[in-house]
T-cell receptor, first 113, second 114 residues
Framework: KAGVTQTPRYLIKTRGQQVTLSCSPISGHRSVSWYQQTPGQGLQFLFEYFSETQRNKGNFPGRFSGRQFSNSRSEMNVSTLELGDSALYLC????????????FGSGTRLTVV | SQQGEEDPQALSIQEGENATMNCSYKTSINNLQWYRQNSGRGLVHLILIRSNEREKHSGRLRVTLDTSKKSSSLLITASRAADTASYFCALGRQGRKNDYKLSFGAGTTVTVRA
């Protein structure tokens, strides 16, 4: 079966702009989580969506937002981009049960200049 | 801290040798998971061990969990060059509101020399 698909793979944006990243989970997976990975902070949890509802949120400013659609696809948006937002953004999906591993996409590499 | 702490930060071994990395944590958990990441790509799930389990095996991987010491270890036996990657432990915790969160440690960078 198809894996988790993230688009685009690479993105270059200018400070102050906004960006939207997309994630298509594995078919049947209703839970989608987003992570930010940087060399300095490592993997930081952004948020998790389940059945179109945000169930959990990490410690990120309100410039970071997301949503999930009825087909479980998810998008995350970052407004007013800052240089520090440059990172690898990873999306992961899983079955809704707790004791189940995550399947990650290949990520979107965002560079803010 | 809600994240695991991996030790060592980096490990260099000869092909064929075993590699062991450890993860310590401070909170209660539902499960502990190990992931591998190659060169800044997506993470690959390796193994999940539940809080009521003590040991699990998957191929050349062996994971132990000691909840009394709040620690876990990942052993890779007979390492290969393809095992060169970063390995992360992740803590799975379900909160009171039925929300679930997976928190990652900083990772161990493993280099397998041919």
């Amino acid at each position: 079966k198809a894996g988790v698909t993230q688009t685009p793979r690479y993105l270059i944006k200018t400070r102050g702009q906004q960006v939207t990243l997309s994630c298509s989970p594995i078919s049947g997976h209703r839970s989608v989580s987003w992570y930010q990975q940087t060399p300095g902070q490592g993997l930081q949890f952004l948020f998790e969506y389940f059945s179109e509802t945000q169930r959990n949120k990490g410690n990120f400013p309100g410039r970071f937002s997301g949503r999930q659609f009825s087909n479980s696809r998810s998008e995350m948006n970052v407004s007013t981009l800052e240089l520090g937002d440059s990172a690898l953004y990873l999306c992961a999906s899983r079955l809704s049960t707790v004791n189940y591993g995550y399947t990650f996409g290949s990520g979107t590499r965002l560079t803010v200049v | 801290s809600q994240q695991g702490e991996e030790d060592p930060q980096a490990l260099s071994i000869q092909e064929g040798e075993n590699a062991t990395m450890n993860c310590s944590y401070k909170t209660s958990i539902n499960n502990l998971q190990w992931y591998r990441q190659n060169s800044g790509r997506g993470l690959v799930h390796l193994i999940l061990i539940r809080s009521n389990e003590r040991e699990k095996h998957s191929g050349r991987l062996r994971v132990t969990l000691d909840t009394s010491k709040k620690s876990s270890s990942l052993l890779i036996t007979a390492s290969r060059a393809a095992d060169t990657a970063s390995y992360f432990c992740a803590l799975g915790r379900q909160g009171r509101k039925n929300d679930y969160k997976l928190s990652f440690g900083a990772g161990t960078t493993v280099t397998v020399r041919a």
